[in-house]
């Protein structure tokens, strides 16, 4: 079943309007041309690296600021401005969010690399809320949202294979953050297709909504467990060359990891009504645990391997059940608004986190770091249980 035969099935399953099948395809594409820099990273910015634009210390603060700044832009769009115009919205950030990509590709210093970045990514997260916006308001916000990290995912492999065989090895970190910027403006034409005028969401008492024990404690789950994956995903190739695993391999593992998303988000969406978010989430965390205790075990190859594809797997597949949990936490559903910010700051955060704990070349801090937080997401979870228990909504 395609998105927009999915949008068509549920036009009936809306808490709120009534959008069609291609105005919901449309937004999911246009919030996932938002998060299209996340599956990019590697080869854009490790570009950039090779090329000696940047310092490894400096590529870190490129990472983390353009994270950070996905997250408080979606967080602004999503919890401050009204959605009206969105179509007018979409061309605008798209517009911005090329210009900033084509900015990057000829800046010429640190500085410069990291203030388009902040830009590009307060455009990418104003896109993201174009799509979150319209999935809080269905009754099958979980479904839609697996549709989103679907949609997103496959986009992101299918630029990326596109991105390191022809862009970059032609015209280098420029020729890749340039065709980015070009994809934005040729998403111009889907944002003409979105739906101009969300209905309203009851949101009159605005952060009140999110400022309860459920709600906080749900989003505090949700960036904990981001943090899970952010930290190991960044030293990835550190840690596997502690372990005797070369740089080629660890990069073949990532590719991998990106098909691993896609049918774990597949695999989610096809499941997530037949699942109870609680019990998703427990094993999903305890799984978690696993790999990362393995890997900082000193694995060898094939259980490096498995460790990375399950990571890989679980990412997305427990995005639908993040959303029931926080729409559990929150009727009004301001809480599934800052879903996607809550998941960007701990990607964002784990990282910065985790090297902390580094000592010279030993980096099994990182996944027993992680595996903490994957601990504490589920230890946060059995706190919003109790808390949402005794209001009623669990």
Partial sequence: MTVTDAGRAEEGDWLVGSPTGLQLASALWIGS????????QPVLLGALYTEGHVTGDELALVATAEMIAIAIGSAIVAMLLPARNMRWKSAVLLVVLALANFGTAFSKSPNALIGARILAGLAEGGLVAVATE????????????????????????????????????AAGSAGGFVALGVVCLLSLAVAWLVSDDYADLPKEEHFSNVLTAPAITALLSIFCYSMFFGAVWAFLEPLGAQFGIDGSTVGLMVSASLAAQVVGAMTATAFEARIDYRFAITIIGAVAV????LLASGPGLAVFWAAALVMGFILLFIVPYQIRMAITADETRTAVLLVPAAQLFGLAIGPIAASLLIDGENFRPVPEFAAATALASVALLGVFVLVACRRGRA
């Fill in 290 to 293: 696993v790999c990362s205790a």
């Fill in 134 to 169: 319209l999935i809080a308001r269905s009754r099958r916000a979980e479904r839609i949202g697996g549709y989103f990290v679907t949609l997103q995912t496959l986009a992101q492999c299918a630029l990326a294979l596109l991105l390191a065989l022809y862009a970059v090895p």
């Fill in 33 to 40: 041309v938002g998060l299209l820099i996340l599956g990019l």
